[in-house]
């Protein structure tokens, strides 16, 4: 099996593997308990905060979640209606877990187009960005097509109209610096190969947040729940591998990418800005291509479509219609997702494999 499919998840590090293996075979202490073996698991589960948040900007304090989906539902969903319960203003490539939460918080909402290149348009921002919003949500790095978007700029825009701005950078953690001027930020450890199950919600200091869940309030902003010292520890090494390898993976990556572009030849048009995108996301497209006869075909590769993954429906991403591709168009892309553990070898193989039965198709048709 050759594994293209880094924006659904990574690899699960080795170091991070046995960084938990310990506390699932050994160490069992509630990490919440008084007794000198729950002080062991809570001083693990502090260490590994520490590692995680050294990718956060300063000023803040990070709440580990069971994932990105509870960070970003408890941050628009927390908000006090005192001072930031006012109106959303979001973009409409944003994923559903932001999409749909804003819809069901019934506070009113304005989702802000993209272009063609999938960035938000910053004067198109300033103007739906009023005095009276309550919140600007927006992804630093897109999951689908791989655009980083203005996140400093809109966050100046949110607080300058005295609003939060939150930033699901579940994508671009460890991989494109997050802006100072965030106020929320929802990370997850399995795209970081970490573990599945463990997330955050970095919160800065001075903003408050109502509980999304209640009950023993275990971690100090308000969430509730018994942490897992395992799925912790296994972020917190995931987290410092990040930091310690970013050089290395960045131009591992960006090796792959050019590569991976060339190989593909002229026929293949890459979704979104080709400049202002993480390197690790290559969404192309070529007409008339039926790619779910690809994925049919050719079962041991492992990459996204472009319709709708997490629904399973076939419908057309919604990301790729908000750039202004066709229905045909969306279902004729791919998203190859490719990092730390893909050779170059083996991307081009599958580039090769997915070439030839694009080829085939054409000739049939």
């Known amino acids: 099996m050759t594994y293209l499919d880094y924006q659904s ?7 991070a593997f046995e960084a938990m293996l310990p506390w699932l075979r050994d160490q069992h202490a509630n990490p919440h308990s008084p007794h000198r073996e729950g002080r062991r698991a809570r001083a693990a589960v502090e260490v590994a905060r520490d590692q995680v948040a050294a990718l956060l900007p300063p000023g803040g304090r990070l709440a580990f979640t069971s994932g990105a989906t509870e960070a970003l539902n408890w941050a628009i969903k927390g908000a006090p ?3 930031w319960g006012g109106p959303i203003v979001t973009l409409a490539t944003e994923h559903a877990a932001v999409l749909d939460t804003v819809a069901a918080s019934g506070r009113p909402a304005t989702v802000l187009p993209i272009g063609a290149d999938g960035l938000v348009d910053l004067a198109q921002a300033a103007t739906a960005i009023r005095p009276g919003t309550g919140l600007v949500a927006a992804m630093l790095v897109n999951n689908e097509i791989g655009v980083i978007q203005p996140i400093a700029e809109l966050a100046a825009l949110a607080h300058e109209a005295g609003a939060l701005l939150l930033c699901d950078a579940v994508q671009g953690y460890g991989r494109v610096p997050i802006p100072d001027g965030c106020d929320l930020v929802a990370i997850s450890a399995h795209k970081v190969h970490g573990p599945k199950g463990v997330g955050g919600l970095w919160i800065r200091d001075g903003v408050k947040l109502a509980p999304l869940l209640h009950g023993g309030g275990q971690e100090e ?3 509730s729940g018994t942490l897992s010292p395992a799925l912790c520890a296994g972020f917190g090494i995931a987290a410092r591998l990040m930091a310690e390898r970013a050089d290395d993976d960045a131009s591992h990556i960006a090796r792959l990418f050019a590569a991976a572009r060339d190989r593909l030849g002229p026929d293949w048009i890459l979704n979104g800005s080709s400049d202002l ?3 690790g996301n290559l969404n192309i497209r070529r007409a008339g291509l039926d790619v ?6 050719q079962r041991d590769l492992a990459f996204s479509s472009g319709s709708a993954c997490a629904s399973g429906s076939g419908r057309p991403s919604h990301v790729l219609r908000a750039i202004g591709l066709s229905d045909t168009d969306a279902r004729s892309s791919i998203r190859l997702g490719f990092g730390r553990y893909t050779t170059e070898h083996e991307l081009l193989a599958a580039i090769d494999r997915i070439r030839a039965a694009a080829d085939i198709q054409r000739i049939a048709a």
Do not use: I, K
């Open 81 to 83: 209606e005192s001072r």
């Open 277 to 279: 995108r993480y390197r």
């Open 221 to 223: 902003p308000g969430r």
């Open 9 to 15: 998840t990574t690899p699960l590090a080795p170091e």
């Open 292 to 297: 779910a006869r690809v994925m049919s075909d």
